[in-house]
């Protein structure tokens, strides 16, 4: 989005809701436009456009950024556990041949969730009632959290993702690589 769509969106919301809008000082509303921008200016212009609809529909009051973001996700979420899942069975099964190839052809969800083809090699030689029953629980639970905060990462400017890439995590291993 451009800093124009955003106040075009802007101006869509004072109309909508003029109560709001109506005694903002031009300082406020310059800084409104930032906060926005940051927020939403690497987005597709219709997504957010068809969010702000959806909003507007249902809520009586105007949106705050979190109020957009949820419509914003609502919109753009793809539940892809199941897929996730059955790629990592695969790699499971065949780990045994060559755990680091498969390892490396995994999702990085899958990746993050394994950590190693060490890790993905166990899995291998594990009972496969105990895969399908504890280790897809866990997958289940942890993938959710996984796809958040590689979402959240996704969303920071690049100096903050390389200064977080800096920072060690518990045991030194940074588990949150990069998508750029």
Do not use: H
Not at 13 to 21: G, K, W
Not at 33 to 46: P, S
């Amino acid at each position: 989005m451009s800093e124009n769509d955003i106040k075009k969106l802007l101006a869509a919301l004072s109309l909508n809701y003029p109560a709001t809008y109506r005694d903002m000082r031009k300082e406020d509303k310059i800084t409104l436009v930032r906060l926005w921008m940051d927020a939403f200016g690497n987005l597709d212009t219709e997504i957010v456009w068809q969010a702000l609809r959806n909003y507007i529909k249902t809520n009586k009051y105007p949106p705050n950024i979190a109020g957009m973001q949820e419509q914003i996700d609502l919109l753009t979420a793809r539940d892809n556990t199941d897929e996730l899942w059955q790629a990592l069975m695969k790699a499971i099964r065949n780990s045994g041949r060559d755990a680091r190839a498969e390892f490396e052809r995994l999702p990085e969800e899958c990746k993050t969730f394994v950590g190693s083809p060490a890790e993905l090699r166990a899995l291998g030689n594990t009972d496969l009632t105990t895969v399908n029953t504890v280790t897809r629980g866990q997958f289940y639970k942890r993938v959710e959290v996984i796809q958040a905060r590689d979402k959240a990462r996704e969303q920071l400017p690049e100096q903050v993702q390389r200064a977080l890439n800096k920072v060690p995590r518990i045991g030194g291993k940074n588990d949150i690589p990069s998508r750029r």
